[in-house]
């Protein structure tokens, strides 16, 4: 088992910047990809970036290229995702997730999900 807890959202002006956290415990974090996704209200949860387990492969949606950085500290267990530029289209609930070393983009590949931290971005 892997627990993941995410922290770090809240409310942001447009243009402003956020940063995320997902802290993990259990099994070696080292082991594991890790993924943002994200779910607006009414909306499917969808990928927003992830990392390899050692942070060499590294992948993005399009609508959050240039603006948002996935990192990972291994000897923290812990994962990062600092945002920029924030739009009003990037309000949803943000969530962390794990799988076994390599990345994927589709959510019912990975395995554990924290509880998810809410970011709003006011226009």
């Known amino acids: 088992q892997v627990q993941l807890v995410e922290s770090g959202g809240g409310l942001v002006q447009a243009g402003g910047s956020l940063r995320l956290s997902c802290a993990a415990s259990?099994?070696?974090?080292?082991?594991?990809?890790m993924g943002w996704f994200r779910q607006a209200s009414g909306k499917e949860r969808e990928f927003v970036a992830a990392?390899?387990?050692?942070?060499?492969?590294?992948s993005y949606a399009d609508s959050v290229k240039g603006r948002f950085t996935i990192s990972r500290d291994n000897a923290k267990n812990t994962v990062y995702l600092q945002m920029s530029s924030l739009k009003p289209e990037d309000t949803a609930v943000y969530y962390c997730a794990a799988r076994p070393f390599n990345v994927e983009v589709t959510p019912s590949r990975y395995a554990y999900w924290g509880q998810g931290t809410q970011v709003t971005v006011s226009s």
């Open positions: 990392i390899s387990w050692n942070g060499g492969r590294i």
């Open positions: 259990g099994r070696t974090f080292s082991n594991y990809a």
